[in-house]
């Protein structure tokens, strides 16, 4: 490698954009990849805010608390103490970077409350849009350095030379380019297009995750999806359903079923501010005692001026569906939002394989455990983002590629399920949604297993982008279904109806995975159970 390093980011979020900007501070020289626009991505659409202490008598110790009781104790303690750490200076960096929080009157950032938060320490802007200025702001800054942006570029594959990382192969405008790097950084995002229902815009195809699987690194948690509580049901002929953030939650508001009973309280004692994870299976419960109809968020007590001025872009589209939610409470229900599991890195993003690292919600650093502490996601985006793009320069010119995990070589034997029908990307959503949702079952993973395997083996052409992402979302949800029949103890977002059932897994899967012994089971204290032309490209 030589002293510049040839980079290339891979996702235009807060992760990538910030690593992005690290390590062309650095020295090296810098090409952001992005499947969209590069202001699109899962940042643009977080709402609530981000996660730091940036008050005098908030500490990191209660941050990191937080964080480890939200994880269910699953986290990765020195990934923490990393995250709440390096936080208050990642916010002063975005704030450099012209990052416009909310302040009061007094000039004081203005304090947010999400829930599992000791403290609100929850930084926003624009009242409900801290994403899309965050997004904003780094996207301005790339734009007015020499980075090279290639848009509406969909990763296709790594490749690699003698186990080491040289360049990505896209796909752009139907051809095949490939391009060299010494270094490739992934920060493509989640895979909440896995789910019939998600928060997650049309991009979060798990991408960053198949290329890594297929590469041969090393992947682990993937049973850990977290599912929001709260969004608006999907308008017609959209996808995606509209996220309500907790911070109207943090704010006040109270969810109750249809006989206006607030049951948020016979799940956990912090009732609508428990773990996120705690609330959304109560509403799933909830939801479950009344035929499936979604429960009501009742924000009335805010009035229509609080609600205008700190929820500008939740107003609107409560409006936009008819609805006044300063005179009635609204429907809600739960839908996928994040994924805690992903590509195992170290702290610094490096993954198993040489030359590839992983930041932002694509990364498993284990800081979330098993469940994410809410806006803590922006948070980890800029962290780890940042070190990513330190220390590539680094790793160039001494260090040695940490010695990892190898990954188990691919196989996958055939067990054909008889209902599985033919493959398509709602069929998949439905499955997922059904059988590896909040709440699992080993007789539902087990299904979803067979109809998975199936799928697998059957022949696909990839010749669109959206068959590569058909076929990179399969491969994830194998590994998601296999990762969650593993896991035979309910923890944190991973939920069994019958836990503690010795489940044998039947499928194998094609590239790495890592399966962790199963947690003590520890049950959250007072939860109830349910009750193409080919081209080179020199960046
Ligand atoms: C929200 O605003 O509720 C989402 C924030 C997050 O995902 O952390």
């Not at 790339?142 to 969909?154: F, N, P, Y």
């Not at 790594?158 to 360049?167: A, F, K, M, S």
């Not at 010119?397 to 029908?421: C, H, M």
């Not at 590239?511 to 193409?532: D, M, Q, T, W």
Request: some cysteine; glycine content about 10%.
């Amino acid at each position: 490698m030589n002293a510049a390093p040839n980079v290339i980011v891979v996702g235009s979020g807060v992760a990538g954009l910030t690593a992005a900007l690290h390590a062309y501070a650095a020295g090296c020289e810098v090409t952001v990849v992005t499947k969209a626009a590069l202001a699109e991505s899962n940042t643009r659409y977080a709402q609530g805010g981000i996660a730091a202490v940036t008050f005098a008598d908030d500490d990191v110790d209660a941050h990191a608390r937080d964080t480890l009781t939200a994880g269910a104790g699953l986290n990765d303690e020195a990934a923490v103490r990393a995250l709440v750490g390096e936080g208050p200076a990642r916010v002063s960096e975005l704030v450099a970077r012209g990052v416009g929080f909310d302040r009061d009157a007094d000039g004081a950032f203005s304090k947010g409350l999400e829930a599992a938060h000791s403290y609100p320490r929850v930084l926003h802007a624009g009242g409900d849009a801290t994403g899309r200025e965050i997004a904003r702001a780094l996207v301005a800054q790339v734009l007015s350095t020499d980075i090279v942006v290639r848009e509406h570029a969909l990763l296709l594959d790594l490749v690699l030379e003698q186990g080491r990382v040289t360049g990505v192969e896209l796909l752009v405008a139907g051809v095949r380019e490939t391009c060299t790097a010494d270094a490739v950084v992934l920060a493509t995002g989640g895979a909440g297009q896995l789910y019939a229902h998600t928060t997650n815009p049309a991009v979060a195809t798990a991408d960053g995750i198949a290329v890594a699987i297929r590469a041969g690194a090393e992947v682990a948690d993937l049973e850990f999806v977290q599912f929001h509580p709260t969004v608006l049901p999907a308008l017609p002929g959209q996808h995606a359903a509209f996220l309500v953030s907790e911070a109207v939650r943090g704010e006040g508001a109270v969810l109750v079923d249809a006989t206006s009973r607030r049951f948020a309280f016979d799940a956990h004692p912090d009732g609508e501010l428990a773990p996120r994870d705690v609330v959304a299976r109560a509403i799933d419960r909830a939801m479950a005692g009344q035929g499936g109809a979604p429960v009501l968020l009742d924000a009335t007590m805010l009035g229509a001026e609080v609600l205008a001025r700190r929820f500008p872009t939740i107003d609107a589209a409560v409006r936009a569906r008819g609805l006044d939610w300063s005179a009635e409470p609204i429907p809600v229900t739960p839908a996928a939002h994040y994924l805690m599991g992903g590509v195992v890195t170290d702290l610094w993003g490096r993954t198993a394989v040489p030359g590839l690292y992983a930041v932002g919600e694509v990364a498993r650093t284990g800081v979330h455990g098993a469940n994410r502490l809410a806006s803590n996601s922006l948070l980890e985006g800029a962290v780890f983002g940042a070190r990513a793009g330190d220390v590539i320069t680094r790793d160039a010119a001494s260090a040695p590629w940490p010695v990892r995990r190898a990954s188990p070589s691919p196989t996958l034997p055939a067990t054909p399920a008889r209902d599985a029908g033919p493959f398509s990307r709602a069929a998949l959503q439905q499955l997922m949604w059904a059988d590896a949702g909040l709440t699992r079952s080993t007789g539902g993973l087990g299904h979803a297993a067979s109809v998975l395997a199936s799928w697998q083996h059957a022949p696909h052409t990839l010749r669109t982008a959206a068959d590569h992402e058909d076929a990179n979302l399969l491969l994830v949800a194998a590994h998601v279904v296999d990762a969650a029949r593993r896991r035979t103890a309910s923890v944190g977002a991973h939920h069994l109806a019958d836990p503690g059932r010795a489940v044998r897994p039947v499928v194998e899967l094609r590239g790495g995975h890592r399966s962790r012994a199963a947690a003590p089971l520890e049950k959250e204290p007072l939860e109830k159970e349910p009750l193409e032309k080919e081209g080179t490209f020199a960046c």
